[in-house]
């Protein structure tokens, strides 16, 4: 047993109780214990008031939580982990000021009425449990701000998650969001979505394993959704209604094999950070052409053979990157239009050309383009490369009154592309 004045940690026998009487704790955490009588003992004899965190994890035995938990009128966390099953006392209506709670790997659990009384509460946690029963009384937990769902079997919700209008975030793993009862429409403030398919530990062969994931109809009143996270996910179904989703501001989609974006992305104008990272993508659809706001973008990893003239809509791009296209052997004269670009990440093994419009590009970073040799005599031209164009913010800045001079709507073969450096210098 080791404690401090804010922490105590039991992970073993509980000799002397009387040690920490009176002490000023704050978090209260117990670990591989067997003995649920002493656990309880340990509650029951406590004149404790001021535990604010409160954390069960692998206590086999453990059923139930003694009813001297009343006296814990500051709790603010609670954490139930690999518990077996467990129920809550209806004490536990003294827990006003909870505002988080955590369950995870729980194989059934009971929760008495009384939670209503947790009107402050504001996140829960639900992962890898397999029997979960909330009762209507969830409806008072209207302050609820962040909801994480891992791998419930059976998804239960109740309709009054309806009342849980003040839903920020959401994030589901190894949970499809086409399962979700229809009374997620009623989350209208919702602004950040996370779905994952992260690898599970458990034997279970719910279907929320899947690897293709489909949206409900009730989506489109999501219209406050800003960040869209989508991980390990082999096939997403994206329907007519994400056109609702106006005000996305950033949509990652790590590890999604999708070879065809939705045409709706083209309502998306919000979007600032865009990741089509390992998407198999051939071209560039065009709809990308209205994303004007567009700051961020990865395209890395496809097999991309051209950036098509439209891109010179990207006007507040700052950063781009276009690694491992090895198809990809010039850019279009348009990035001219790319006056607030700063970072161009582009392996360059394959770089036949280059257009002159790159000197308009005056925010560029001094090491703005990267490469990777196959063998030495490519890493030399590879190097060779990657020095002239790493000069080129102090060519655009030393040399921007002579610019003018030169033709910058041309798009030459590298070699000449250094010739007009030379003549620069000289």
């Given at each position: 047993?080791?404690?401090?004045?804010?922490?105590?940690?039991?992970?073993?026998?509980?000799?002397?109780?009387?040690?920490?009487?009176?002490?000023?704790?704050?978090?209260?955490?117990?670990?591989?214990?067997?003995?649920?009588?002493?656990?309880?003992?340990?509650?029951?004899?406590?004149?404790?008031?001021?535990?604010?965190?409160?954390?069960?994890?692998?206590?086999?035995?453990?059923?139930?939580?003694?009813?001297?938990?009343?006296?814990?009128?500051?709790?603010?966390?609670?954490?139930?982990?690999?518990?077996?099953?467990?129920?809550?006392?209806?004490?536990?209506?003294?827990?006003?000021?909870?505002?988080?709670?955590?369950?995870?790997?729980i194989n059934s659990i009971?929760?008495?009425?009384?939670?209503?009384?947790?009107?402050?509460?504001?996140?829960?946690?639900?992962?890898?449990?397999?029997?979960?029963?909330?009762?209507?009384?969830?409806?008072?937990?209207?302050?609820?701000?962040?909801?994480?769902?891992?791998?419930?079997?059976?998804?239960?919700?109740?309709?009054?998650?309806?009342?849980?209008?003040?839903?920020?975030?959401?994030?589901?793993?190894?949970?499809?969001?086409?399962?979700?009862?229809?009374?997620?429409?009623?989350?209208?403030?919702?602004?950040?979505?996370?779905?994952?398919?992260?690898?599970?530990?458990?034997?279970s062969n719910s279907n929320?394993?899947?690897?293709?994931?489909?949206?409900?109809?009730?989506?489109?009143?999501?219209?406050?959704?800003?960040?869209?996270?989508?991980?390990?996910?082999?096939?997403?179904?994206?329907?007519?209604?994400?056109?609702?989703?106006?005000?996305?501001?950033?949509?990652?989609?790590?590890?999604?094999?999708?070879?065809?974006?939705?045409?709706?992305?083209?309502?998306?104008?919000?979007?600032?950070?865009?990741?089509?990272?390992?998407?198999?993508?051939?071209?560039?659809?065009?709809?990308?052409?209205?994303?004007?706001?567009?700051?961020?973008?990865?395209?890395?990893?496809?097999?991309?053979?051209?950036?098509?003239?439209?891109?010179?809509?990207?006007?507040?791009?700052?950063?781009?990157?276009?690694?491992?296209?090895?198809?990809?052997?010039?850019?279009?004269?348009?990035?001219?239009y790319w006056r607030q670009?700063?970072?161009?990440?582009?392996?360059?093994?394959?770089?036949?050309?280059?257009?002159?419009?790159?000197?308009?590009?005056?925010?560029?970073?001094?090491?703005?383009?990267?490469?990777?040799?196959?063998?030495?005599?490519?890493?030399?031209?590879?190097?060779?490369?990657?020095?002239?164009?790493?000069?080129?913010?102090?060519?655009?800045?030393?040399?921007?009154?002579?610019?003018?001079?030169?033709?910058?709507?041309?798009?030459?073969?590298?070699?000449?592309?250094?010739?007009?450096?030379?003549?620069?210098?000289?």
């Open positions: 047993m080791i404690f401090d004045q804010i922490r105590l940690d039991v992970t073993g026998p509980i000799n002397d109780w009387s040690r920490v009487k009176n002490t000023q704790l704050y978090q209260v955490n117990f670990a591989d214990i067997n003995e649920e009588v002493e656990i309880n003992e340990m509650i029951a004899s406590s004149d404790i008031k001021d535990w604010t965190k409160f954390r069960l994890i692998s206590i086999d035995k453990i059923t139930s939580i003694p009813t001297e938990v009343q006296n814990w009128t500051n709790l603010r966390e609670l954490c139930l982990s690999n518990i077996n099953s467990i129920i809550l006392p209806s004490n536990i209506k003294y827990w006003t000021c909870i505002y988080k709670l955590e369950l995870y790997n009971i929760f008495p009425k009384h939670i209503k009384y947790w009107t402050n509460l504001n996140t829960l946690e639900l992962n890898n449990i397999n029997h979960i029963k909330l009762p209507p009384q969830i409806k008072y937990w209207t302050r609820l701000n962040t909801l994480e769902l891992n791998q419930i079997n059976p998804l239960d919700l109740p309709k009054n998650i309806k009342y849980w209008t003040q839903l920020n975030t959401l994030e589901l793993d190894r949970i499809n969001p086409i399962d979700l009862p229809s009374n997620i429409r009623y989350w209208t403030d919702l602004t950040t979505l996370g779905i994952y398919n992260h690898p599970s530990n458990s034997n929320s394993n899947s690897n293709s994931i489909s949206f409900p109809k009730h989506i489109k009143y999501w219209t406050n959704l800003s960040t869209l996270f989508i991980s390990d996910i082999k096939f997403v179904n994206f329907p007519k209604y994400v056109k609702y989703w106006t005000n996305l501001q950033t949509l990652w989609l790590m590890n999604v094999n999708i070879i065809h974006l939705p045409k709706e992305i083209k309502y998306w104008t919000n979007l600032t950070s865009l990741d089509l990272s390992n998407k198999q993508l051939k071209t560039i659809p065009p709809e990308l052409k209205y994303l004007n706001k567009l700051e961020w973008i990865d395209l890395s990893n496809n097999h991309l053979t051209e950036l098509p003239l439209e891109v010179k809509s990207w006007t507040n791009l700052k950063s781009i990157l276009l690694n491992h296209n090895e198809n990809l052997t010039t850019l279009p004269i348009t990035i001219a670009v700063e970072y161009i990440s582009l392996h360059f093994d394959n770089l036949i050309s280059l257009p002159l419009s790159v000197f308009r590009l005056t925010k560029l970073k001094p090491y703005i383009i990267f490469f990777s040799g196959r063998n030495s005599f490519e890493n030399s031209v590879a190097c060779i490369r990657y020095y002239v164009l790493s000069r080129l913010k102090y060519l655009i800045n030393k040399y921007s009154i002579n610019r003018r001079s030169y033709n910058l709507n041309q798009v030459l073969p590298f070699d000449r592309f250094v010739c007009h450096l030379i003549a620069l210098y000289e």
